[in-house]
């Protein structure tokens, strides 16, 4: 009796020693998820003052207050709430500044999607105003579909959508509703 009590004891032992150590992940995202909801951002930043190089010359300056960092997603970006300066060189070192309210990075696209008062002037003063402008950092692009005013010229064009290259040497109003000229 007595040995059958050892070894009901002994095998009882044995199950719970390997029921935890097959229960044991040594997985470290399943671990950091564990203190993060779903929904918070990966990290936040504040005081935002990026400079972008190619082959040693500086292309783009992002400046922001604040930044939250959502890799943590499956498709991941970064979202500035309380807008964003971005300033765009040519080769030249002319200097394109577009500023809005908001603005999102789709790390997996290269697009940002700025938001709300949105302003993008070129050194030689073209002007574009928009809610909603596009730009495609891997095309050095800017577009969008909403309602634009573009200002250049001594010429005041509104229309339905926007495209352009970054220096604004393509510029083109879609679905022209207005133009008048004005004084310069």
């Known amino acids: ?49 990026v400079k972008y190089t190619d082959s040693g010359r500086l292309s783009a300056n992002l400046i922001s207050p604040k930044m939250y960092d959502f890799s943590n997603r499956g498709f991941s970006y970064s979202e500035f709430p309380d807008g964003m300066i971005l300033h765009l060189y040519d080769k030249k070192r002319a200097k394109t500044t577009i500023i809005s309210d908001y603005a999102i990075i789709y790390d997996n696209t290269n697009l940002i999607d700025l938001r709300g008062n949105v302003i993008a002037a070129t050194p030689t003063n073209d002007t574009l105003f928009a809610e909603q402008l596009y730009y495609d950092q891997s095309k050095e692009w800017l577009f969008t579909n909403q309602p634009a005013t573009y200002r250049s010229k001594g010429y005041v064009t509104s229309g339905m959508g926007f495209d352009s290259d970054k220096d604004f040497k393509k510029a083109q109003v879609l679905g022209v509703t207005g133009q008048f000229a004005v004084q310069e």
């Not at 950091?32 to 005081?47: E, F, I, L, Q, W």
């Open 1 to 49: 009796m007595q040995k059958r009590k050892l070894h009901i004891l002994k095998n009882s032992v044995i199950a719970i020693a390997m029921t935890l150590f097959f229960s044991c992940n040594n997985n470290l995202k399943e671990v950091k998820k564990m203190g993060m909801s779903a929904n918070d951002p990966a990290g936040v930043s504040d005081s935002i003052n």
